[in-house]
């Protein structure tokens, strides 16, 4: 286990003075360090130091840790989200570095594995290039900002291809220049879900040099640069802000081939007037493959649209005079969300589809109503539309509604059928033509209730009826009495235990209570089962419990005596049990029992230990002799138990 250094004090300070620090001394390569302490203060390192991990952040406060020089890290380290991590020099180290607080790079070299979960800025503070030469992966929630200031160009070079699951943000600030992405080698993905959007400032254009895949969305407003190419899956969206909302119209660039798929998704910027006749260009390319699936927002309302014009090396939109439309939008889609027992609301979600586009605003928590049982009438919730298009005009559109059961989670009352229906004139298209009322679909809640001992069955003896009475209720999976249950319910033994229930073990439910007050086990356990079912609900197993034996009743022969030779002791030795009357071995009895003959040889002289104390319920006869040969049959007998006799054996 290795030694953690701590910074002692919530104050700022510097790294190299050993007196900060609980151990006394700098901290060592094979020690852990952590900068945890609550408050606001920054600790300065900036001379070569090697630990073995980093925890950097508190629970409240900012903590930061400036690094001018350089740190290597040999096992996994974090950022904490009250955590700031500042590095002008480099981060090296097998140990990946996963940042939950902010981690910003001035000019730095990132040597070990980084996987960003909170914030990451490249900031333009230093006309230097930030290398990532390890692995790195942005996740989703994550951000990571690539600002560019003036005079400098920003970069943030990577030696490999990444993928990108949460936002990246390519900025040019006020005056400022360039923001770019480099990979030296591989593809930048940008996985579904994930966002890369460009934002303007004041000149100055972003770049990403390398191959781009973009299955999540890419938005524009500000013109982007693809040194490479740029492919689009069908799950994928290309967006603009056509006419932009800085001093230029933005546009992406792409240096390569350009395969397109998926949406083209347009929407105004501050600078877009336009006027039939008019054409924008939203994208160049070397060569294009493919085209786009869909375009939203096309309807820029004004009576003008915008149609598609691609060519062989410039996408263009023209805008021309709107085509007359009196279809109104259609449901396309309807998907219940798999029910969770217990969650407290359930998800479903519909797709709507016009021939030009559906006005966003009518897309509210009034479009749909749930009926079901027992009078349940509920206009369904909005949660969601479909990544980045909520509020924007277009088609098709997928919205996330919930519900919320009567009793506030999804359980056993609120079992039954439920409906989902549109509710006419609640949704609209741009041109203000409306839905009309239908059935979108129908959904069941089946929970089962559960079985529950609400009284355990206590240790008992064979034979004798278990006390208190078993009490076995029906609840639902919240564990509330479910009290108009009158469901039958049977105890059984559970699977590896042994023996069968006898007396009285069904019952019906009273009120969702069924008592067993005649509950017989006849075999012997330690550790004995009960399981209740009651062939719908989920069955219940009972603690373990002990079934002791009855009162000795009887012997038993366990280990009979086999074939043997005159003068040597019967072998294996004879065996014989004390048992109660269901065939238990009395463990607790250590009795005396006796052997004798019940057949034989006449004149045969039966020789050996005769009488032996029960150990455990077993007494155990080692060394019998007989005397002469022919075949033969033993009796025990202990005081008044009923006796045993052996099975006929021989001598020779």
Known sequence: ???????????????????????????????????????????????????????????????????????????????GSKGSLIATGTLGGAGTLTNHGTLTLNGATINAPLVNQGE?????????????????????????????????????????????FGQ????????????????????LTNAAGGIIETVPGAGGFQTITGNM???????????????????????????EALGGFGPTTPQLAVTATASLSGTLLIYPGSNFHPVPGNTFAVMTYKSRLGDFTSLDGYSLGGGVQL?????????????????????????????????????????????????????????????VRVTGPGGFSQLATLVSVSMNRAGINGTPRTVVYSITPTIGRVDVEADGTYTAALVAGSIKDTKGNAVAAATLGTFKIAVQPKLVFSVQPASV???????????????????????????????????????????????????????????????????????????????????????????????????????AVIGNPISPAVKVAVEDMFGNIVITDTSSVRLSLASGPAGTVFGGVLSENAMAGIATFSDLLLSKAGSYMLKAVDGVLEFAASGSFSVS
């Open 213 to 239: 895949i973009n299955q999540g969305f890419v938005g524009l407003a500000a013109t982007l640069s693809v040194d490479g190419n740029y492919t689009q899956s069908s799950g994928g969206t290309f967006g």
């Open 461 to 563: 003896v064979a034979g004798k009826a278990i006390a208190p009475a078993v009490v076995v209720k029906v609840e639902d999976q919240a564990g509330i009495l479910l009290s108009t249950d009158a469901s039958t319910v049977k105890l059984a033994v559970a699977q590896g235990s042994a023996g069968t229930v006898t007396g009285a073990p069904t019952a019906t439910a009273v009120k969702g209570v069924a008592t067993f007050k005649n509950i017989i086990l006849t075999t012997a356990s330690a550790t004995e089962k009960l399981i209740a079912t009651d062939g719908l609900d989920t069955s219940a197993i009972s603690n373990p419990f002990t079934v002791k034996p009855a009162a000795a009743a009887k012997l038993v022969f366990v280990k009979a005596p086999g074939s």
């Open 1 to 79: 286990m290795m030694t953690t250094n701590t910074w002692k004090a919530a104050v700022t300070g510097n790294w190299n003075i050993a007196s900060n620090w609980s151990l006394g001394h700098v901290p060592l390569a094979t020690e852990d360090v952590a900068i945890t302490l609550a408050g606001t203060y920054d600790v300065t390192l900036t001379k070569p130091q090697s630990v073995h991990s980093i925890s950097l952040g508190a629970s409240s406060g900012v903590e930061t840790l400036t690094v001018t020089g350089n740190l290597t890290i040999a096992s996994a380290s974090t950022i």
């Open 307 to 367: 149609n598609k014009a691609p060519g062989a090396t410039e996408y263009d939109l023209k805008v021309v005079a709107a085509v007359a439309d009196k279809v109104p939008p259609v449901v396309t889609g309807f998907a219940v969300t798999p029910l969770v027992s217990l969650a407290k609301t359930i998800q479903f979600s519909v797709t709507y589809s016009d021939n030009v586009a559906l006005d966003a605003s009518t897309l509210s928590s009034t479009n």
């Open 168 to 187: 990246i943000g390519l900025v040019n600030q006020v005056g400022g220049d360039n923001a770019h992405i480099t990979m030296a080698t591989g593809t």
């Open 120 to 164: 990451m800025l490249v900031e333009p503070n230093h006309p230097a290039t930030t290398f990532i030469n390890s692995s790195f992966v942005n996740v989703t929630g994550a951000t990571l900002s690539v600002v560019g200031g003036a005079p400098w160009i920003e970069e943030l070079r990577f030696a490999a291809g990444f993928t990108n």
